[in-house]
C-alpha cells in the first residue's frame, strides 16, 4: 500500500521493521496457533501438543516481545534519522 | 458473616474508592473531559488502556467460552492481544502525531471531507452501542449474582449506576479511576486463578500450571481434562474442531477489531510523546496479558472441577451426584445460588435421584442412556457468563475471594461501560454536533449534549441487553467485526498511502460497515431484535463463515473499494499529501490542537 512516496530512508527504515514484525505476528497466532498446529504435533507440551501452547500462551508472549522490540528500535532509529522529539 | 454481606462490603469498598477518586480528579474543561490533559505516564496509561479494554467480555464471559469449547475458542485470546500489535505498529504513533482529540477528527481532515468525519462518527457509533449491549449482559450477570436477584432486575441496577457512573466525569476522572479499577479487577481475576492452580496441579502459576499434571491423579491436566470430558461424550478439549477458515478469519477480525475501537484508540491520544504512545501500547499488552495467560487455564481447570463435581465417584462409572447432595451438601451452594439468577439450572428428567450431566447430542451417549434408563442430559441450563463468577465457589475458595471476584466482574464492566459511552458521546458532542452542526456551541453545551448522548445509548444498550444476541464476549466480537470492517481500514489506509482520496475512502468506510452490519442482521436478527433472522450461525450464508468473523471480510471489501473508487476519481490535493507526510514523521509532535 506504500507508494513509498516519503523519499527518505526514515520512512522505507520503518516499513522494514514493521513488514518483519509483522510476519512473526502471523508466523505464532495464524501460524503455528492454526495453520501449521498439525505439523507441531509431534512436539509434546504438558498434556497436548506446541500449536495449543502457541495458541493459549506463546503467541501473546512473542506479540508482547514484538511491540517492545518496535518501540525499542524504531526509537533509535528516530534518533538516526533526526526526527525524534527533541 | 454470611457470603452477601462479603460481597456487599468488597464491591461497596471499590465503589467508594472509584467515585472518591473520580471526585478528586474532575474534569474541568472540554480539553481535559476527553483526553485528560496529555500528562500521562505510558505505564500509567496502560494500565488504564488495559482496564478500560478488558472488559465484562474479557473478565466475565471469555473463559467461560474457552472452557466449554477448548481449543477452538483459542480465538478470543489470540485475537484480543494480537490487534495491539497493529495497534503499536500501525496506528498508535502516527495518532499521536496527528494531535486531535478524535479518531473521527483525524479521518476528517485526512480525507479532507466532513462527509468523512460523520462516517466515521456513525460506524464509531454503531460498533460501541453493540459493545455496551455486550457489557450490559455481563453487567446482568454480576448484579444479578451479587444482589441475588433474577438477571433482569441484575440487569436494570446494572444500567443505573454505569449510567451514573459514566455522567460523572470525563477522561481525567477515568484515568485514575481505571488504574484502581485494573488492580482491583487483575487481584480478583489472578487469585482465584492461582488457588486453583495450586489446587489442582500444585503450580502457583496457572498459565504453568494449565501444561503441568493434575496432582490427584499424576497425568498431565489436560490428558485428564479430555479423557473427562470425552467419556460424556463432549469434544475433546484440546483437538481442533472447528472449521479451520472460520477459525482465521474470527481471530483476524477480533485482532483488526482492537485496532479500530475508538475507545482503545483515543487512550494513545493522551501520552506525551510520540515515543511514548509506542511504549503504551506495549504496557497496555504487559497488563491486558497479565489476565489473558490466566484465562485458559481458569477456563480449563473450571471445566475439570465441574465435571468432576457431576460425576463425584470416579467418572460416569461412579455414579452422578445426587439432587440432596445439591440441595444439603455445602460444596453445591453455588449451584443453589445460582439457580436464583435463571442463568443455571438442572431437572431430574428420569426421576432416579441424580443428575446426570453428559452430551445427549452424541449417538454413542444416547445409546448408553438409553441402557441406564437416563432421559438427556440433567444439567439443563449452564450459561457460559457465569463460571468466572461462580468458579470460587465451585473450588470451595474462602468467602473473601468469592466477594473480590464480585468486585472485579462489576469493575471490568463498568470501567469499558464508561470507556465506550465517554467514546459514545465524544462522537455525537464534538464531532456531530460541534464539528457539524454547531460548531458555535458553546462548551456548556457541548458537555450536556454529551451526557445526553450518554443516556440515550445506555437507554438503548440495556433495552437490547435485555435478549442479547449472544454471550457477553460474543455480542462484543460482533462489535469488533464492526469496528474491523470500518474503522481500522480507514485509519491504515490514511497513514500508509497517500493515494486514497475523500470519495474512495468514504465509499470504503460505508461498504465496511454495511456488508457487516447486514451480515451479522441476516444471523442475528434485524437491529438484533430475536426471531428476525434468516440464517443462523450454526449453518451460515456463506460457508462456514459465522457472523461474528465477518468483520475481516468487511475490511476486505472496504480497502478493495475504496482503492477502486479512488482510482476513479480525483487525485488527494498536494496539502493533504504533506500532512501524510508529516504525520509520519515524529519530530514536531506539539500539544494537540482542538478545531
Known amino acids: 500500500m506504500s507508494e513509498n512516496s516519503s523519499n527518505n530512508g526514515y520512512w522505507s527504515a520503518n516499513m522494514r521493521i514493521i513488514s518483519i514484525s509483522l510476519v512473526i505476528w502471523a508466523l505464532v497466532s495464524f501460524g503455528f496457533g492454526i495453520l501449521l498446529r498439525p505439523l507441531l504435533s509431534g512436539i509434546a507440551v504438558g498434556g497436548t501438543d506446541l500449536g495449543f501452547w502457541f495458541a493459549q500462551q506463546g503467541s501473546i508472549l512473542v506479540f508482547l516481545a514484538i511491540i517492545f522490540f518496535y518501540a525499542f528500535r524504531m526509537n533509535k532509529v528516530d534518533r538516526e534519522h533526526g526526527v525524534d522529539e527533541e | 458473616m454470611d457470603q452477601f454481606t462479603i460481597n456487599l462490603l468488597f464491591v461497596g469498598s471499590s465503589f467508594a474508592l472509584y467515585i472518591g477518586i473520580a471526585i478528586w480528579a474532575r474534569a474541568g474543561s472540554t480539553s481535559e473531559f476527553y483526553a485528560a490533559g496529555r500528562g500521562v505516564h505510558p505505564v500509567t496509561n496502560g494500565m488504564a488502556t488495559a482496564a478500560d479494554w478488558m472488559s465484562a467480555a474479557s473478565f466475565i464471559s471469555m473463559a467461560g467460552l474457552i472452557a466449554f469449547t477448548g481449543y477452538d475458542n483459542s480465538s478470543f485470546l489470540m485475537g484480543w492481544t494480537g490487534g495491539y500489535v497493529l495497534l503499536a505498529l500501525l496506528l498508535a504513533p502516527y495518532l499521536r502525531k496527528f494531535g486531535k482529540f478524535t479518531v473521527s477528527e483525524f479521518i476528517g481532515d485526512r ?18 452501542t453493540t459493545y455496551v449491549i455486550g457489557q450490559m449482559t455481563g453487567v446482568g450477570v454480576a448484579f444479578g449474582r451479587f444482589l441475588e436477584v433474577d438477571n433482569t432486575t441484575g440487569l436494570l441496577i446494572g444500567a443505573c449506576v454505569v449510567f451514573a457512573y459514566a455522567v460523572f466525569g470525563g477522561m481525567k476522572g477515568v484515568t485514575y479511576t481505571q488504574v484502581a479499577q ?10 482465584p486463578a492461582i488457588f ?10 496457572p498459565g504453568l500450571g494449565l501444561f503441568g499434571d493434575d496432582v490427584a ?13 470425552t467419556e460424556l461424550g463432549f469434544n475433546s478439549y484440546t483437538a481442533h474442531h472447528s472449521n479451520t477458515l472460520n477459525m482465521v478469519l474470527f481471530t483476524l477480525s477480533l485482532m483488526i477489531g482492537t485496532a479500530g475501537l475508538p475507545h482503545v484508540i483515543m487512550r494513545f491520544f493522551t501520552v506525551p510523546k510520540v515515543s511514548d504512545a509506542r ?3 506495549g504496557w497496555a499488552l504487559v497488563f491486558i496479558a497479565l489476565l489473558y495467560l490466566t484465562a485458559p487455564a481458569v477456563g480449563a481447570m473450571a471445566r475439570l472441577n465441574i465435571t468432576e463435581m457431576m460425576w463425584p465417584n470416579g467418572g460416569i462409572n ?19 445460588t445460582w439457580q436464583k439468577t435463571g442463568l443455571l439450572d438442572w431437572e431430574d428428567k428420569n426421576g432416579d435421584g441424580k443428575i446426570q450431566y453428559y452430551n445427549d447430542k452424541n449417538a454413542e451417549m444416547q445409546t448408553l442412556a438409553e441402557e441406564k434408563g437416563w432421559k438427556g442430559n440433567e444439567l439443563t441450563k449452564f450459561n457460559r457468563d457465569i463460571l468466572v463468577l461462580a468458579n470460587p465457589e465451585i473450588a470451595n475458595l474462602p468467602s473473601w475471594v468469592i466477594g473480590l471476584v464480585a468486585a472485579g466482574g462489576l469493575a471490568a464492566a463498568l470501567s469499558t461501560a464508561a470507556g465506550l459511552l465517554l467514546a459514545i458521546s465524544s462522537a455525537v458532542s464534538h464531532d456531530l454536533i460541534k464539528g457539524a452542526y454547531n460548531p458555535k456551541i458553546s462548551e456548556k453545551g457541548e458537555l450536556l449534549s454529551a451526557r445526553i448522548a450518554m443516556a440515550v445509548a445506555i437507554v438503548v444498550a440495556t433495552y437490547l441487553g435485555l435478549n442479547p444476541p449472544g454471550f457477553a464476549a460474543q455480542t462484543v466480537a460482533l462489535a469488533f467485526g464492526l469496528a474491523a470492517a470500518s474503522i481500522f481500514p480507514a485509519l491504515m489506509m490514511g497513514i500508509f498511502s497517500t493515494r486514497i482520496n475523500n470519495i ?15 451480515y451479522i442482521f441476516l444471523h442475528k436478527g434485524w437491529f438484533f431484535i430475536p426471531g428476525t ?3 443462523t450461525d450454526a449453518d451460515p450464508l456463506l460457508g462456514p463463515i459465522k457472523s461474528t468473523s465477518f468483520g475481516a471480510i468487511g475490511a476486505a471489501v472496504n480497502f478493495l473499494v475504496a482503492y477502486v473508487v479512488t482510482g476513479m476519481t480525483k487525485e488527494t490535493p498536494q496539502a493533504i499529501k504533506d500532512l501524510v507526510e508529516s504525520v509520519r514523521v515524529p519530530r514536531g509532535a506539539g500539544v494537540a490542537q482542538d478545531h
Open chain 2, 111 to 128: 480525507f479532507y471531507s466532513q462527509t468523512a468525519r460523520i462516517v466515521a462518527v456513525i460506524c464509531l457509533i454503531v460498533a460501541s
Open chain 2, 182 to 191: 485494573y488492580v482491583v479487577l487483575i487481584t480478583a481475576y489472578t487469585i
Open chain 2, 196 to 205: 486453583i492452580s495450586l489446587q489442582l496441579t500444585g503450580n502457583p502459576i
Open chain 2, 217 to 229: 491423579s499424576g497425568v498431565p491436566l489436560l490428558t485428564k481434562l479430555d479423557q473427562v470430558v
Open chain 2, 279 to 281: 511504549w503504551s501500547a
Open chain 2, 318 to 336: 461412579g455414579g452422578a451426584v445426587s439432587v440432596e447432595a445439591i440441595a444439603d451438601d455445602p460444596k453445591y451452594d453455588w449451584m443453589d
Open chain 2, 504 to 518: 474512495g475512502a468514504v465509499s470504503g468506510m460505508l461498504a465496511g460497515l454495511v456488508v457487516t452490519l447486514v
Open chain 2, 533 to 535: 433472522n434468516s440464517f
